[in-house]
């Protein structure tokens, strides 16, 4: 499947600091298609899905993240699925939270949607028995900046981020990306990771966004002259993919136990099963529950 999203990996020059950038732009648009989110709840998918990839490059491993918003505003809790092999998906509680849009093309500020109390979670599995797990709290409700405070914070390295979603007059995403500065164990890169960071407060990465046609030249225009150019060393794509199943949907049944999925069979005779992320639906009968019923039996030893 073509794409025009991407993510990059590279280093400043001397070595001193890595880059990571990411363009999201399908990928936000097809979560936001999904969950009818436009507006606020449409920019902060598109910044939690692209902080989400970026999160998900920073090891050698294969990679799966999951990062959660948890704020006290309108919007609720916003849930990020994404892996080290460029996929992503996510979904947020109330998707519907409008707020009005700024004019003259000032950032759109959604610490009103997201909130300013809260936490931010991460988990990373990295395929061994125990994940990593950390948390810190909200700053400023804006999602990008509280990654940042987190990667800072919990994770302890010296980090700049920054991810911008552009609407258009509807509300739509136009452009999603996200620009990843951080120091390098034993560095010196502190003056340039506070330089990137001060370049992404001061908007550099919309302005980017709005002439780059590609991750590297985003790069490029982001960063500036003044912190010279990047080395890129490897891109990847980047596709909204949700691993839900039928097969899985039946799991999340069983979960549920004997009891209650007896009790469906009873009193409704069907039950259908809605992924979260993306939205599909998976319907099942009254067969397929006593099957589901019967298996659980026997997994207990019961007489079916």
């Known amino acids: 499947m073509e794409t025009r999203d991407h993510i990059t990996r590279g280093l400043l020059e001397g070595g001193a600091a890595r880059v990571v950038a990411v363009t999201a732009t399908d990928v936000a648009r097809e979560a936001a298609r999904r969950h009818d989110a436009s507006g606020a709840a449409a920019v902060a998918l598109a910044r939690g899905l692209t902080a989400g990839l970026m999160l998900a490059t920073l090891t050698k491993d294969e990679e799966r993240v999951t990062l959660q918003v948890l704020g006290d505003g309108p919007l609720g809790t916003l849930t990020v699925d994404a892996t080290a092999a460029g996929t992503a998906r996510a979904y947020v509680k109330n998707p519907a939270v409008r707020l009005a849009q700024p004019a003259g093309g000032a950032r759109f500020e959604i610490a009103p949607a997201v909130g300013r109390s809260g936490l931010i979670s991460v988990v990373r599995d ?3 028995r125990d994940n990593f797990r950390g948390q810190t709290s909200l700053m400023t409700g804006e999602i990008d900046e509280d990654v940042e405070h987190y990667l800072n914070v919990s994770e302890q390295i010296e980090s700049a981020l ?3 979603a552009l609407l258009d007059p509807a509300g739509d ?11 390098l164990p034993g560095s010196q890169a502190a003056g340039q990771v506070r330089a990137a960071r001060a370049r992404l407060r001061a908007g550099a990465l919309a302005g980017a966004m709005a002439g780059a046609d ?3 030249k985003l790069v490029a225009a982001t960063l500036g002259p003044e912190l010279g150019p990047a080395q890129l060393l490897d891109l990847r794509p980047v596709t909204f993919r949700c691993p839900c199943s039928r097969t899985r949907a039946g799991a999340s049944l069983a979960l549920l ?3 209650e999925v007896a009790q469906m069979l009873v009193e409704d005779g069907r039950a259908e099963v809605t992924c979260n992320f993306c939205r599909a639906r998976y319907e099942f009968s009254a067969e397929d529950l006593e099957l589901i019923r019967r298996e659980l039996d026997r997994s207990a030893g019961l007489p079916s």
Do not use: H, I, K, T
């Open 126 to 128: 990295v395929g061994l």
């Open 162 to 164: 920054g991810c911008e």
């Open 173 to 183: 995403v136009v452009s999603a990306a996200g620009l990843l500065v951080q120091a």
């Open 214 to 216: 590609d991750v590297a």
């Open 257 to 259: 136990g004997q009891a």
